[in-house]
């Protein structure tokens, strides 16, 4: 089936073409049928829309901006359009409904399948949801994380030892730490090419922050270039094509749904540090009340899976159980943490202590596992290359590198150019901090997909308040999303505010 190209300047989230209603009908093609869309040189496979007014005319084909990115098509071409059968994997899908348990070769033809774009958006859910409610086995995980780390490229480093550091989220505020850390690992002489997916369920991921600050969009050679050039980056897998299925989950589903199945988060994490040639990891695991990780114990539990999927998989990892009862740090949202970790690097650690501690301990325990510092004496060492102002130098070199402004100060970093000020109405101390409800907050008011929206926290847990204090500040750059993250804020109140006198109980008395 030949037919004639009509671009239509509109992204959906995923690779869908628009068909004439009697083309349709003549070819046998259904509403969300997949084809497979070709010219000379590219091929797609896509999910069909119909219309049956005048919007397509007979002949044509309306394409959606992801399929006309893929094919480097224009108005007037001309493509080739085939039919292609649902692929044996989507039994794969049904069997982990059903909670059974998928082979090495299921797992790795189900990952090619969506790699291909055979596997539409509703089947994507129904597979996430499914490792929601029935999760995997330990074979199953390592299958999983081996199948997406090798469906994308793989960064090389020759002889050289690559270390890295990572956290499971699920704590507001914590994207920031890896600002410090790289920077600091790298000055002491070991290569740490950082990457990254974007924020899944938080109000901002790694990359998320780092790109207000400089590109994250560098290819697979790009990340190794500056990585031996500079010994760290920080980067986004999706445009280095790292673990390239793991970007496709969360963009078309785990984002959307706000979903972060277990087994998924084991596979993503460590599919893009055996893609990266990681071999020596530091995981942070925060754990506290509405963190992912509740518990110590629970805490435990998962830092010897991730050590044992860790060493089946040739990766030497060491897990940091940290505290995660309230937001790490004062800032939430991209442009407002990038603006706190870059105040904490220029000014050597002087900055909130619960975000430049959590960064110095997670860098010193690398600088042990790298032999640059002896066991024990990690974090001094650490503490060392930030106050002298050489962690500030080596992230200029790294920001320089992948293209940013070095030079860029804190008050340079746009904020939302919305602002509302919660105060406090009563006197007392601070009893509690939601973590849930200030993510659900910064979301609301744009965070991530606003670099600008965001949380500034002016108390924590145990601070001392007077009436009229200024508890914390909402950012957005959009009025009516500001608007939105206010009236959450008012019935969340992710705030108490209690005085030392909780309740006062006594015998009644009578004054006469």
């Not at 480097?72 to 692929?87: I, N, R, T």
């Not at 030892?161 to 890896?178: A, Q, R």
């Amino acid at each position: 089936m030949k037919f004639r190209v009509r671009n239509l300047d509109m992204a959906l989230g995923d690779v869908r073409i628009l068909m004439n209603a009697e083309d349709a009908e003549k070819y046998g093609i259904w509403t969300n049928s997949r084809v497979r869309v070709s010219t000379d040189g590219k091929s797609i496979v896509a999910i069909v829309s119909i219309t049956s007014g005048d919007i397509i005319k007979k002949g044509e084909i309306g394409l959606f901006s992801e399929a006309s990115r893929s094919l480097e098509v224009g108005d007037g071409s001309y493509v080739y359009v085939k039919g292609v059968e649902a692929p044996s994997s989507v039994k794969y899908l049904k069997n982990k409904l059903r909670g059974e348990e998928l082979s090495e070769e299921e797992i790795f033809n189900l990952i090619n399948d969506i790699k291909e774009g055979l596997v539409s958006d509703a089947e994507l859910a129904a597979f996430v949801t499914a490792l929601e409610f029935h999760g995997m086995s330990t074979d199953e995980i390592v299958s999983l994380t081996r199948a997406m780390a090798e469906a994308g490229n793989k960064l090389e480093f020759g002889d050289i030892t690559v270390f890295d550091k990572h956290g499971i989220g699920g704590v507001p505020g914590t994207s920031k730490d890896t600002l410090i850390i790289v920077p600091i690992v790298s000055e002491a002489g070991l290569h740490i090419p950082k990457t990254s997916t974007r924020a899944i369920t938080s109000p901002s991921g790694t990359v998320d922050t780092m790109e207000v600050l400089a590109p994250v969009d560098l290819t697979a050679e790009e990340i190794v270039e500056t990585c031996l050039k500079v010994k760290g980056t920080i980067a986004w897998t999706k445009t280095a094509n790292i673990s390239p299925v793991d970007d496709i989950l969360i963009s078309r589903v785990e984002f959307p749904l706000s979903l972060d199945p277990e087994p998924l988060m084991f596979a993503s994490i460590l599919s893009k540090k055996l893609a990266a040639s990681v071999r020596n990891l530091v995981l942070d695991i925060p754990t506290g009340e509405e963190a992912k990780v509740e518990t110590v114990k629970e805490a435990t539990e998962m830092a010897n899976k991730f050590r044992e999927i860790g060493s089946r998989l040739g990766i030497n990892i060491e897990v940091a159980i940290s505290y995660g009862g309230q937001p790490v740090g004062r800032a939430i949202g991209p442009a407002l943490e990038a603006k706190e970790a870059l105040i904490c690097l220029i000014t050597g650690g002087k900055c909130s202590r619960s975000i430049v501690e959590k960064a110095v301990s997670i860098a010193g325990l690398l600088l042990e596992m790298g032999g640059v510092a002896p066991p024990g004496k990690g974090e001094a060492a650490a503490w060392h290359i930030l106050e002298s102002g050489r962690a500030y130098e080596r992230m200029k070199m790294i920001i320089r590198e992948q293209g940013g402004d070095p030079d860029i100060k804190p008050e340079d970093i746009e904020i939302g150019q919305y602002k509302y000020s919660v105060k406090s109405q009563v006197e007392g101390f601070v009893t509690a901090v939601s973590n849930r409800a200030f993510v659900e907050i910064a979301r609301a008011a744009g965070a991530p997909r606003d670099s600008g929206a965001g949380i500034y926290l002016y108390v924590k847990r145990g601070d001392k308040v007077s009436i009229g204090d200024t508890l914390y500040d909402i950012y957005s750059s959009s009025e009516t999303r500001l608007e939105e993250a206010i009236k959450i804020a008012s019935s969340r109140k992710p705030i108490a505010v209690e005085g030392m006198i909780l309740k006062v109980v006594r015998d009644k008395f009578i004054l006469e």
